[in-house]
T-cell receptor, first 110, second 112 residues
Framework: GESVGLHLPTLSVQEGDNSIINCAYS??????FIWYKQESGKGPQFIID?????DKRQGQRVTVLLNKTVKHLSLQIAATQPGDSAVYFC?????????FGAGTRLTVKP | ETGVTQTPRHLVMGMTNKKSLKCEQH?????MYWYKQSAKKPLELMFV???????ENNSVPSRFSPECPNSSHLFLHLHTLQPEDSALYLC???????????FGPGTRLTVL
């Protein structure tokens, strides 16, 4: 079946470095994507979204890139801070069908 | 913080117990969701309610019984659960036609 997945389960970066978290999806009909951040003991929190008619979208310190050719989504975090330590997962949407990735745990080293 | 609250935050129950999880949203949304989050697994959608009507039930065992008395409140009634049901249960809400969901902090459930 089709699924949403992440390339790496864990990512460790130095404070101040940039982070890149990847997500692969296999449903070419998906037209909307969201990145969520989930800190320990909390529910997922919306970070940024992108529609399939775009290939890049920027927020505050975060950028999402969408490559529909290879069905790949990435989240870039600039100047990673200790407060960015969390699990990040992507979600893909196709009409009313949504699927979530398992998540990547980002650890920021001081 | 997100406008979605869940109680209790932690729950330990035996397999013969009956308990209920509660979710309340203060955002004026009309869709509410229950998810199960197990370690190292993707979020699993359990139930969806739109305008108090259940619109989705993803093959969830009958030992989980949802209730949505109004657009602001959602319950998940638990009965004769199994140890493998231990997980974080998340509630979320959204506006109709909006894919962005706002999540509560979850209830950490442990079934002994």
């Amino acid at each position: 079946g089709e699924s949403v997945g992440l390339h790496l389960p864990t990512l460790s970066v130095q404070e101040g470095d940039n982070s890149i978290i990847n997500c692969a999806y296999s449903n070419s009909a998906s037209d909307y994507f969201i990145w969520y951040k989930q800190e320990s003991g909390k529910g997922p929190q919306f970070i940024i979204d992108i529609r399939s008619n775009m290939d890049k979208r920027q927020g505050q310190r975060v950028t999402v890139l969408l490559n529909k050719t290879v069905k790949h989504l990435s989240l870039q975090i600039a100047a990673t801070q200790p407060g960015d330590s969390a699990v990040y997962f992507c979600a893909e949407y196709n009409n009313n069908d949504m699927r979530f990735g398992a998540g990547t745990r980002l650890t920021v080293k001081p | 913080e997100t406008g979605v609250t869940q109680t209790p935050r932690h729950l330990v129950m035996g397999m013969t117990n009956k308990k209920s999880l509660k979710c309340e949203q203060h955002l004026g949304h009309n869709a509410m969701y229950w998810y199960k989050q197990s370690a190292k697994k993707p979020l699993e959608l359990m139930f969806v309610y739109n305008f108090k009507e259940q619109t989705e039930n993803n093959s969830v065992p009958s030992r989980f019984s949802p209730e949505c008395p109004n657009s602001s409140h959602l319950f998940l009634h638990l009965h004769t659960l199994q140890p493998e049901d231990s997980a974080l249960y998340l509630c979320a809400s959204s506006s109709q036609g909006d894919n962005e969901q706002f999540f509560g902090p979850g209830t950490r459930l442990t079934v002994l």
